[in-house]
């Protein structure tokens, strides 16, 4: 998943406000990321450098690593002089993740990515392999450095669930009576687990108790369970002019994600039946995203899913209650705000 | 490159004597890897518990895990208490190493690896990406745990040079006036840097001081290199029924070793603009082999490149002299052996 796409959704409790109060640490965010490949320069290979810049710089919104220094700051970190670089912590998290988009694109074949020629179009397969498994060895070093022992195993943690949710999803594949159960496995540990470890290892730099962190980790898992279903539902509802690209692939590639799960459990049989026979024919799932989308419809998968993204969010958004100190509402606000972005984005 | 190939060589100092004596280190290390993937089986994905056995145990020599522990106990490690595990430090090697590989026979569309299909082969493209990435972090974590930041820095280090060492060699493609410096460069950052913090980080969690931490990093340094330059000899004098590859595969891909780089170097204009007109043309790297090996015998390219290696090991065992007490002299021996394998293997 991608949640570093650019622009405003026009919900809730986001929009220019939020924006422009994320500001200025998303551009200490996008500064430490250029002081720290600047670090590199003379040590590294030319072309390694280009593909990192090209990989890294391309209008994603930090949305890692501002969770990472919005939950350091609510958990009181800033408050003590602890000598942790927050922000070098925080740009782990983008680097994981681009790493990780790096390789999916390579596995996905893809084509663009935000806009622009995926690195592996752009630069060939090959250094696409590379510059990922660089940045997720430097990554690691970050983390290690800036965030301690603690910290690495949270971090190496979500990377290896990350990898085990893309395994259960080769698994899944084909299956077309995926259980929610298993949905959920795989958006776990494909996506939110890595979340709530972005929101823990800040809580842990702040040196908040074990409450604090669970709060936080917890915060950061249904933040990103949420992202996931709604990024899963915009494949089917999305403007195709607002998102950039054209809905409908999952149901093309027979991916099974919650509006589908939750239609076919609640169908009738004779409909039940028509989804999967369209699911097994390498051709209806060409032809038929219309009928299968009123299908959908009809048996509330749309509905039925935002609802579980908003339950997953009010959730989220309960776990920021313990950080009632007057000194962090300005950040709590944030968060929220972070929140309720998620939910109402368009794109 | 491949250092954990199956059974003996023919040279000195090596043998069924040293295969002995190593023996019950390798049992423990192959156990330490089962004990590991144990821990892990609940919680992962069957597939990639099945794709990690697959790709991991497949009868390698665990050199460098080897490395390690002698490193370790040559520098006084096991003679005080420490709550060291080395040999789960030890795993983490082995770890990054066949991560390495897994990616390196996607980038390379390899087919056999250890007279097996390769991963990608026998599960596919996306699970060896995937089980690579896995690996990586899992390696990550257990020298972070187990061996702590500073052990930590030496080894994310090695591996963001490997990658480095692999993006030269793509810059160095089609470049067949490769100088000897940028050949060293490569193999250092893809081979030796590896083995020397292998050898390092054995020397940092026996609490050994810097003198005794670069002492072991040259040893295995050197190690590398020459591994890598007997790795590139084969590749033109192997006996094929022995390394069980064919020979010729660097001279038609275009590969610029140094044998050849020596040669090239140092012969005559006519012999050398031949050699250049061979390597550009697709159609004579494949039936030019023969011409070729001529050609870099007639300019002592393989004596001198034997040379080099037997110069970068002899500087090896130098490295070792720092531990002269009894106690250890066994274990130096071993590393001794060790070194001379590298030199004397036929395969």
């Not at 898992?221 to 996931?228: D, H, I, K």
Request: aromatic fraction near 6%; glycine fraction near 12%.
């Amino acid at each position: 998943m991608d949640m570093g796409t650019r622009g405003q959704s026009g919900g809730a409790g986001d929009g220019p406000g939020l924006m422009a109060a994320l500001g200025p640490d998303m551009a200490i965010i996008e500064q430490a990321m250029q002081d720290d490949l600047a670090t590199l320069a003379g040590d590294i290979d030319a072309l390694l450098a280009e593909v990192l810049h090209y990989g890294l710089f391309n209008g994603g919104k930090r949305i890692r690593p501002l969770l990472t220094v919005l939950c350091w700051r609510l958990a009181g970190g800033g408050k003590v002089k602890s000598g942790v670089d927050i922000y070098r912590l925080a740009i782990a998290f983008e680097y994981l993740h681009c790493a990780t988009l790096f390789h999916d694109d390579v596995i996905d074949q893809a084509l663009i990515r935000r806009g622009r020629p995926a690195v592996n179009v752009a630069y060939g397969e090959t250094p696409a392999i590379l510059a990922g498994d660089f940045l997720h060895a430097r990554s690691m070093l970050l983390v290690g450095k800036e965030g301690g022992g603690q910290a690495l195993e949270v971090f190496c943690g979500a990377t290896t669930a990350m990898v085990d949710g893309e395994f259960r999803q080769l698994r899944n594949a084909r299956n077309y009576n995926l259980a929610e159960a298993d949905y959920f496995a795989v958006i776990k540990g494909k996506t939110a687990q890595l979340i709530g470890a972005t929101c823990e290892i800040g809580a842990l730099a702040a040196g908040v108790g074990s409450e604090g962190q669970q709060a936080l980790r917890d915060y950061g898992l249904q933040l990103g369970c949420a992202f996931q279903i709604i990024d899963d539902l915009l494949d089917y509802l999305g403007d195709e002019a607002s998102t950039g690209k054209s809905v409908g692939n999952d149901f093309r590639e027979g991916k099974m994600t919650l509006p589908l799960i939750l239609a076919i459990a609640r169908a009738e049989d004779t409909d039940r039946e028509r989804l999967l026979a369209m699911l097994a024919s390498g051709e209806e799932r060409h032809t038929g995203f219309a009928e299968a989308s009123a299908l959908i419809v009809r048996y509330d998968g749309f509905v039925r899913a935002r609802q579980q993204a908003e339950e997953m969010i009010a959730k989220a958004l309960s776990r920021l209650r313990l950080f009632d100190q007057d000194a962090v509402q300005q950040e709590r606000a944030m968060l929220e705000g972070l929140a309720a972005y998620v939910l109402n984005r368009r794109k």
